[in-house]
């Protein structure tokens, strides 16, 4: 027998090689494993779910048993992957996350704001922010070329947005010295 298990904070390949160490600690055969989800062989009660679920937490993980968890998680995992352009947008973001979630967005935007008491929007803006944060830093790229990757209108609105969630200037955040920034699954 397979099982499935949702779990919550996974957001990059080294987050998949956790897992699977974790899993092999446990003697768990995985069978598929990718963001946010892994496959077991084995049912249920062959789980060491409270020892599971302890190495998860040290890990930085989460196991999702509620099914509105899974769709927050699943939501989360789109706009990531989005925002970091590992999928090819030329949608809204309300048509893009249907689309690949095969949910009214309605229905994905109440359950979100209800868990997580902020809206998909601005968790997107949150995530955007946060990415701009980071190829700043970088400097590889100008700030257009920034607002042109991220899908901003102008540079302009991406410059206010920026300090409307930060409270400072682009320029500001250049100067500092520690560029604090969040990890994606922090935000």
Known sequence: MVSL???K????RHCIEALLDICK???LEVKSIKLGELEVVASPDQIDYPRLKKML???GFELLEHKDHQLIERIKQKVIQMVRGEEEIGLKNSAFLESELNLPYA???????????????????LQKIERVKELISYDEKTLSE???QLGYSSLQHLSNQFKSVTGMSVSQFKKLDDKFRKGINEV
């Open 5 to 7: 298990l949702k779990i």
């Open 9 to 12: 904070n996974m957001v990059c």
């Open 57 to 59: 937490k040290e890990n």
């Open 25 to 27: 600690v446990l003697e």
């Open 146 to 148: 920034i607002a042109f």
């Open 107 to 125: 229905q994905m935007s109440r359950t979100f704001s209800k868990h997580e008491h902020l809206t998909i929007e601005r968790y997107i803006i």
